[in-house]
T-cell receptor, first 119, second 114 residues
Framework: AQKITQTQPGMFVQEKEAVTLDCTYD???????LFWYKQPSSGEMIFLIY??????QNATEGRYSLNFQKARKSANLVISASQLGDSAMYFC????????????????FGQGTILTVHP | DAGVIQSPRHEVTEMGQEVTLRCKPI?????LFWYRQTMMRGLELLIY????????DSGMPEDRFSAKMPNASFSTLKIQPSEPRDSAVYFC????????????FGPGTRLTVL
């Protein structure tokens, strides 16, 4: 079974500053994927960034980077130079093997962190 | 590709009525997922399909909920009879097989049961 924990219900950051959103996970799988999604107030779920368990480099996508520490089972999202439009709910998720161990099925989501960017 | 398509986008119904939510996944995707999102319970996985076959329906809250995927390009989530506590945003998502592949979400259906 997989589990995702996001311990920060809410975070605040000043515009143009960097912010880190925490995510820890638990799995016994050797191969898995870690994902971050953004959900603005309009409601859509937007994929941001992916990190594979065997990837040696931390993933980066524009202002988003993933601080992946495999031994600690953490996959924190770093947003640099925050913008007002970054205010949203952020979900960390993991995709591991299904219960039968033969395929990668569902994503397991954390509870989310609400990020508010102040001008 | 148009992405995952859901209909209707908004549904208002009265308690006891049948509600059917529809989803068209991205062409070629192997997996289809139904989620429910509320303020109280967050994002919950209800059921998911692989190659049109239901794999895990342990998240379906009760027998009033049912889901089908008659073919690779269409799925329905039905609630009969509906209750006010079913009010939520229902998302459909699809993906390819593999740890690397993200789920693509539809825009969601906002259901209000009066």
């Amino acid at each position: 079974a997989q589990k995702i924990t996001q311990t920060q219900p809410g975070m605040f950051v000043q515009e143009k500053e960097a912010v880190t959103l925490d995510c820890t996970y638990d799995t016994s799988d050797q191969s898995y994927g870690l994902f971050w999604y953004k959900q603005p107030s309009s409601g859509e779920m937007i994929f941001l960034i992916y990190q594979g368990s065997y990837d040696e480099q931390n993933a980066t996508e524009g202002r988003y980077s993933l601080n992946f520490q495999k031994a600690r089972k953490s996959a924190n999202l770093v947003i640099s130079a925050s913008q007002l439009g970054d205010s949203a709910m952020y979900f960390c998720a993991m995709r591991g093997l299904s219960a039968g161990g033969t395929s990668y099925g569902k994503l397991t989501f954390g509870q989310g962190t609400i990020l508010t960017v102040h001008p | 590709d148009a992405g995952v398509i859901q209909s209707p986008r908004h549904e208002v119904t009265e308690m006891g009525q049948e509600v059917t939510l529809r989803c068209k996944p991205i062409s070629g995707h192997d997996y289809l997922f139904w989620y429910r999102q509320t303020m109280m319970r967050g994002l919950e996985l209800l059921i998911y399909f692989n190659n049109n076959v239901p794999i895990d329906d342990s998240g379906m809250p009760e027998d009033r909920f049912s889901a089908k995927m008659p073919n690779a390009s269409f799925s329905t989530l039905k609630i009969q009879p509906s209750e006010p506590r079913d009010s939520a945003v229902y998302f459909c998502a699809s993906s390819l097989e593999g740890a690397r592949n993200e789920q693509f979400f539809g825009p969601g259906t906002r259901l209000t049961v009066l």
